[in-house]
């Protein structure tokens, strides 16, 4: 066969057809090769890495002179010199508060986005996706990739959004949909939990004419006050005695003169319509800041302002330096009206808790049928030094006197039988050691207590030993290769809301900066569980589809080497850099070596670390990583003695 084989070559070099069999074979040959190399070239390019220049993002109304140690601005959150990666979208030429100078809205389309009702809930291939943009091309092509390495998907499509707060509903087809609403008019929505699109509504275009009159109170004695930058971290419920979907909106005031208003609207993207004020804060006796211009007297009965020592010093203080007024607010004692979250305790009632640093998180409850405050409740007065309740402002459930947390949120699971309240203590910015807090009480008004039954209201400055700290600043090996910005870890974690799905599954949200230098900031979305004392503990990484197994791992999976990260106690405010990470083998034996000593122990899917200094418990999870190709590797995350421990391998 071979000399006959060589035989018909040889007459084909004398046929008169040879040429075009050769350059028929040839382009085969080409065609086969290029689609092989095309494909190689697609998998590479995964993840398209988009270099942005420092003047792109750069906040336009930047007011760094405030005080930030007191959450004097958030309009200071700054997207500047960022590197975007695996869609972390960046909205060029736009302020980081997604406004221009004359409050529009330029976020209406962005990098790798477009109609996200094209998303298809149960893949990730992004079918919707302009094939003009490389980043499309290279997704379309991961999503088909067969590569057996790549074993997560890819999180395509990412948004910056301050502050987000999730609510769960459906979309103008009526298909379950996931929204989160954020600082400065920045909203997104997302089928999956992963990739997220943002969208506008009437607010982004006529913001200054619907909140009128809650600007009205927050521009008082501030000549150089602009909207535009003032509306912050809005928190959005379904309220099923309206039948309406209800917004609480942070409209802030530079002294203090804040205000959280309630608007209404019949779909989660608007039509949104003002109703009116809920609370203020920084109101005085003095004219511009008169107590009569707010519903004090309505809430209090207090029609001469006797209580006015509650609420005021005798030396005024400027909370803004540019700010024509002095105020008197008493900041130490008295809350800041923002931060709002809005939740249903276990028999119906609507209650609202709200605050930032400053004074104090406050709770009060809510008239079902308005959606605005229930006037009918009445609230004592305690000891002004550490008051617990308060005429006008509800009932202090976290916090105390001048002492640091903000961005409160509270979930009841009825799983557990308890309240969580989140808080977040530091300051915003990447070198601020912005952290998320745990509690938890039976009641939702509180007491709320953390891991070693510490009162979250109790007093104290320091806030070390205060609330179970559930993520600070980490970094992990497989992050080195990760294409969304964390390749040298992240920071400032924060501002978080929380919820539970439908099938019982239980999610973290919140928006983290990175450790690159500048304050880029994107939103990310944790799995949590209950460990076996009913504390939520949450995962090491982001949530990439990954499901724990309620019947457990083998020896094999569990046993090994850990990258390990304790994420302490530290509530520093200022210059905090990364936390350690650390090396902690589990031995098949049950013992611990490494940066920990002890023993462990597990049941399913729960596991119990115990060291001589205490016992942590929590949970083993294998999900996927968040490298590059997303391999699949067993995690753990347990608490213990006020702080969380991840640990990966």
Known sequence: MVKQTKKRGKNLLNSKHYLKSIITLLMVVILVFGGIVGCKKDDSQENDVTTVSENDNKDKNDTSDTDKSDDSTKSDETSEGDTTLEGDTTENGSTEDGSTKDGTNNNTTENNETNSNSINSNTTNNNGINSNTTQATTTKAASNNTDSTIKGTAITKRVSVHDPSIVVGTDSSGKKCYYIFGSHLDWAKSYDLQNWTK????????????????????????????????????????????????????????????????????????????????????????????????????????????????????????????????????????????????????????????????????????????????????????????????????????????????????????????????????????????????????????????????????????????????????????????????????????????????????YLIYHTRFNLGNEWHAVRVHQQFLNEDGWLVTAVYENLGSKISTTGYTMNEMAGKYEMVNMGTSSLTANVGMLSTQSLTLNADGTMSGSMTGTWTYNKQYVTLKTSAGTYKGVFFKQFNESKNHEEVMTFTVIGLDTSIWGTK
């Open 199 to 506: 969208f506008t509504n009437n607010l982004n275009t006529d913001f200054r004419n619907v909140f009128k009159t809650a600007f009205d109170w927050s521009d008082n004695g501030d000549s150089q006050y602009d909207p535009a930058g003032n509306m912050w971290a809005p928190d959005v419920i379904y309220n099923t005695t309206m039948k309406k979907w209800c917004m609480y909106m942070s409209i802030n005031g530079r002294s203090w003169n804040s205000s959280i208003v309630l608007l209404t609207a019949d779909s989660l993207e608007g039509k949104w319509t003002y109703v009116g004020p809920v609370v203020y804060s920084g109101f005085t006796d003095s004219d511009t800041y008169s107590y009569t211009q707010t519903d004090y007297v309505k809430a209090t009965g207090d029609t001469s302002f006797a209580k006015k020592s509650r609420y005021n010093k005798t030396t005024g203080e400027q909370f803004i330096r540019n700010v024509t007024v002095i105020s008197t607010w008493n900041s130490s004692t008295g809350p800041h009206a923002i931060d709002p979250s809005v939740t249903y305790d276990a028999s119906g009632k609507l209650w609202m808790c709200y605050g930032s640093w400053s004074g104090g998180i406050w709770i009060f409850e809510l008239d079902e049928s308005t959606g605005l405050r229930d006037y009918s409740v009445k609230y004592a007065e305690s000891d002004l030094t550490n008051a617990t309740t308060d005429p006008y402002f509800g009932k202090k459930i976290s916090g105390t006197t001048g002492a640091q947390g903000e961005g409160a949120y509270i979930v009841y699971d009825k799983d557990a039988g308890y309240y969580y309240l989140y808080v977040s203590y530091g300051w915003l910015g990447v070198d601020g050691g912005y952290q998320i807090r745990l509690f938890r009480s039976k009641s939702i008004d509180g007491t709320y207590e953390d891991w070693d039954g510490t009162r979250a209201n109790a007093r104290g400055s320091n806030r070390d030993g205060i609330g179970i700290k559930l993520m600070g600043n980490y970094n992990f090996s497989s992050l080195s290769t990760n294409t969304a910005n964390a390749t040298k870890g992240y920071k400032s974690p924060g501002h978080n809301s929380a919820f539970i799905d439908s099938d019982g599954s239980r």
